[in-house]
């Protein structure tokens, strides 16, 4: 086996360790009666999706949890596998007729839906590729699709039995219509977007008077479909109209005018144009008071059944062609600027238009109830709790759910019509009666295709036109994947899963109906903890995305600086449930901390005979130990601990800082140095020992968050030392346990202060351009007898950290030294005859000057509020630590210059 490289090449390693770990099986879980499992489900991505920054962090995230109880010893599944996307997919694929100068109505259904799963055979698993290259280590034979034939029976199944529960029922409601993708929304895929609009106060003639009644309105082309004007019966301004006739301008309907105490006296006028096939408020009222509907727009929102003036317009042009005509004929009164919440579709952005439509729905409050009480049990706990309160307040309020879309891609409703029995066509469904064999003659619904009408026997049935929400096939995805509705070994040992990883946005989309989906299957929760992540920003602190140009392409991050630096860098920014704040310049320290570990490395295997000292792991002789030997056994030991117990709370960015503090600064700055100088002392076997131990260890506490680097140290390791057995993986080797033995509180201590004097010392050689290759005495002063025996009994260590002559405890002070206080210890570095003391009061006066006017502009800064109040966290932190950093330096500086001035005079 060659040496090691001088430095680390992701782009040699990454796929090749990928093959090995993928072809050996070590990302598999099996059922195993004799371990306990830990499992996670993906968030299944869209099969439409490549690989983004925010699927780079959640997805990083979810492997870090499962290497690491994976290496605890537990049966660790990780379920992958992808959406089918409905909306979004059916759209690419229509997008991609267009440019054929085709529609999918010119194909026909049938043919149309092949051409989206050949679409998808041939696209469809890039993302899975993709996330193979971030080093996910999911459980590849388990892939599954919400539309593969168990998912499918799985869909077909719970809608049966929601159904026969009476938890199912189809009926006209006011429901979120896309015009662009021409299809009925949840709410939850209906965001409200605050938009600057109008309110348009218009002019209702009272009939049989030459008075009228005026009433405010954002959406005016919704006029032509009123049918009432509602006020609040107590308010005094209209009581002697109620039970009269308004005239509908430009439409010239009469229409009544009624009192309901909903209506918001405060709102505009405090009357209120009802119009109940466009508005959901508007749509209760209609019910309530029996009045007429009038659906007065086509699927793709034009204007239809109006008078003709505006038949066939869009709805927007409809509307500044009738304010046009309102204010010609002196219906329009006055026009106010009004900011207002518009549903925009969750896909295209287009504005939602409420209507009336025929749909399918699910009750959702008696689903939301064991959902509900799990959470305030405590049995299934939010990660940052937080969350919590956002996921109850929903569920307490929830509204029915409407599951049918109207697009040809996704799992088909399972229900047939008999139009023999039933004529469907504009029929009112009564919801009280669904889910009762008698309430809806003629529409079957079954798992299988029926042959027959069960009512009349016809074997004419036609299946329903429409789809399922896509979520209605991924809220079973936590069971389904393990093979539910069949009663599978899978399901029986790795369900209830552990932990779900996810981000805010699908809280209620997916989260909560999962829960819900969980009891009703499965008569518990799917999972115990929900781990909600941040969104991803840029560094001015706006939400990644292509259309603002500010994203960051994690493939183009994984060929510039590897896997294991974006995966570090996106943890490190990670605290718990915060927003990540990433920049291009961020991922470069992933980078240079695998260089400098891969550096540490190559010290260790390039001294004589490293490879055959005992076993690194076994038992140490402390009394042979040096004080920097029991100093990094306690600071690995507590890394240990705080590595582990961060992972354990889903503190990731701690977890990551915990070891690179580890790795970097105890370990590759102070004990690879100081084990320079303790093998040069004839000290090479202990030192090469806890040498080896502590990088070993450390390797493994880094295993789960840079994969990569780790399995290649940790088998170069041991395949330099001859050692077969070390060719096994270090996802299989033992995650590191705290030993109490290794505590030594008196070693770090000591430690400490050994390395406050050797960073003072350097400082002050730095500063004041003291030259390299001189070797200065070194003097030291303190009335702590203890501290003055701990420093004597460090001498060699310390002439050769601080490149100093020989080591004074308590001496005569020397004459033109600089000074620095460190520990109760008063560090003195003479500079008689190594520096030109002229040139030094220039360059120290030059310095003092240009740190008071950077000192002054970072206070400038931090005092001003538009900054302070606008500034992301971490942005407003780095300025106070660079505030801080320079009082520091100036302070120094000048005593320094005091120094040079004395020395001067």
């Not at 309102?326 to 295209?348: I, K, M, S, T, W």
């Not at 004529?423 to 009564?430: C, E, T, Y």
């Not at 493939?555 to 995966?567: H, M, W």
């Not at 310049?585 to 540490?600: H, I, M, P, S």
Request: charged share 25%; with cysteine.
């Amino acid at each position: 086996m060659s040496e090691l490289s001088a430095q680390y090449n992701p782009k040699e390693v990454e796929e090749r360790r990928y093959k090995q770990w993928e072809a050996a099986g070590t990302f598999n879980a099996d059922p195993d009666p004799s371990r306990e499992p830990y499992t996670i489900v993906i968030p299944p991505p869209n099969v439409t999706g490549i690989l983004h920054i925010g699927h780079a962090l959640n997805n990083t995230i979810q492997d870090i949890l499962i290497r690491t109880k994976r290496m605890q010893g537990k049966n660790a599944l990780w379920v992958p596998g992808t959406d089918h996307a409905g909306i979004a997919t059916q759209n690419v694929v229509e997008k991609k007729l267009a440019k054929e100068g085709k529609k999918r109505h010119d194909l026909g259904r049938e043919a149309f839906v092949k051409q989206v799963w050949e679409w998808k055979e041939q696209y469809g698993n890039t993302i899975l590729r993709q996330l193979r290259s971030l080093g996910s280590s999911c459980d590849w034979r388990r892939t599954r699709f919400t539309m593969d034939e168990g998912l499918s029976h799985a869909v077909r199944k719970v809608f049966v039995k929601l159904h026969d529960d009476g938890l199912i029922y189809r009926g006209n409601y006011i429901i979120n219509w896309c015009p662009r993708c021409q299809t009925a929304l949840s709410d939850e895929e209906a965001p409200r977007v605050q938009t600057q609009g109008k309110l348009f106060h218009i002019r209702y003639p009272i009939e049989g008077s030459d008075a009228h009644l005026e009433v405010a309105t954002t959406r005016p082309e919704t006029m032509l479909g009123d049918s009432a004007i509602a006020v609040h019966p107590e308010d005094e301004r209209y009581k002697d109209l109620i039970g009269k006739y308004a005239i509908l301008p430009l439409v010239k309907r009469r229409i009544p005018i009624i009192a309901d105490e909903d209506v918001d006296r405060e709102f505009g006028t405090g009357a209120v144009k009802v119009t109940p096939a466009h508005d959901p408020v508007d749509f209760v009222l209609g019910r309530r008071h029996k009045l007429d509907f009038y659906n007065v727009m086509t699927d793709d929102a034009h204007m239809t059944a109006v008078p003709a003036a505006y038949d066939k317009l869009d709805r927007f042009d409809a509307r500044s062609k009738l304010i046009r005509d309102l204010e010609e004929q002196g219906f329009l009164g006055a026009v106010d600027e009004h900011v207002h919440n518009v549903g925009h579709c969750y896909r295209c952005n287009t504005v939602v238009e409420p209507r009336l439509s025929l749909q399918w729905f699910v009750r959702m409050k008696p689903l939301a109830e064991p959902a509900i009480q799990v959470v305030k049990d405590g049995k299934l706990k939010f990660y940052p709790d937080r969350w919590t309160k956002v996921y109850l307040n929903w569920m307490e309020n929830i509204e029915d759910w409407c599951i049918s879309r109207q697009i040809w891609w996704g799992h088909r409703i399972p229900a047939w019509y008999c139009d023999k029995c039933l004529n469907l066509r504009g029929q009112w469904a009564d919801p009280t009666l669904a889910g009762k064999p008698t309430g809806l003659p003629g529409i079957i619904v079954s798992e299988v295709q029926p042959s027959n009408c069960p009512t009349c026997g016809s074997g004419v049935l036609r299946q329903d036109e429409d789809v399922l929400d896509t979520w209605f096939s991924s809220w079973l995805w936590p069971f389904s994947t393990l093979g539910w509705p069949a009663k599978t070994p899978d399901l029986d040992y790795f369900y209830p899963t552990n932990t779900l990883v996810t981000a805010q946005e699908i809280i209620f989309f997916w989260v909560a109906r999962m829960v819900m989906a969980g009891f009703y299957c499965m008569k518990e929760t799917p999972f115990t903890d929900v781990y909600i992540h941040g969104t991803v920003r840029d560094i001015t602190g706006k939400k990644m995305s292509k259309s603002l140009g500010n994203s960051i392409d994690p493939l183009d991050i994984i060929e510039k600086v590897g896997t294991d630096a974006l995966r570090y860098t996106l943890v490190t920014a990670t605290a718990i449930g915060q927003d990540v704040f990433l920049s291009d310049e961020r991922f470069t320290v992933g980078r240079n901390f695998a260089n400098k570990l891969w550096n540490a490395t190559r010290f260790m295997v390039s001294q004589p005979g490293w490879q055959f000292v005992k076993n690194p792991h076994s038992a140490l002789n402390r009394d042979r130990l040096s004080l920097a030997d029991r100093w990094i056994l306690s600071r690995l030991n507590k890394t240990i601990i705080r590595v582990t117990c961060a992972i354990d709370d889903y503190q990731f960015n701690d977890a990551a800082n915990g070891i690179y503090d580890f790795l970097w600064r105890d370990f590759c700055d102070w004990y690879v140095e100081i084990a320079k100088v303790q093998i040069s002392q004839e000290k090479a076997e202990t030192t090469l020992r806890v040498l080896w131990h502590a990088l070993d260890t450390a390797l493994r506490l880094l295993h789960p968050i840079m994969p990569f680097v780790t399995e290649e140290l940790w088998q170069r390791i041991g395949e330099l030392a001859g050692r077969p057995a070390e060719k096994q993986t270090i996802m299989r080797a033992a995650w590191p346990k705290q030993d109490s033995y290794d505590d030594d509180p008196v070693a770090e201590s000591e430690m400490d202060t050994l390395q406050a004097i050797v960073s003072a010392v350097r400082a002050m050689r730095s500063e004041l351009h003291v030259p390299a290759d001189s070797r200065p005495d070194l003097f030291l002063a303190t009335p702590d007898a203890q501290a003055a025996t701990a420093a004597s009994n460090q001498e060699s260590l310390l002439r050769a950290l601080t490149q100093s002559g020989k080591v004074h405890v308590d001496a005569q002070r020397p004459k033109d030294a600089a000074a620095a206080v460190v520990h109760g210890i008063e560090v003195l570095l003479p500079l008689a005859g190594l520096v030109d003391a002229a040139k030094e009061r220039v360059r120290l006066s030059q310095r003092v000057d240009q740190l008071a006017k950077q000192l002054a502009g970072t206070e400038a800064r931090l005092a001003n509020n538009e900054f302070t109040s606008k500034a992301p966290p971490e942005i407003l932190e780095g300025a106070k630590a660079q505030q801080r950093e320079l009082q520091d330096a100036l302070k120094k500086t000048r005593a320094y210059l005091a120094t040079i001035e004395a020395m001067a005079k």
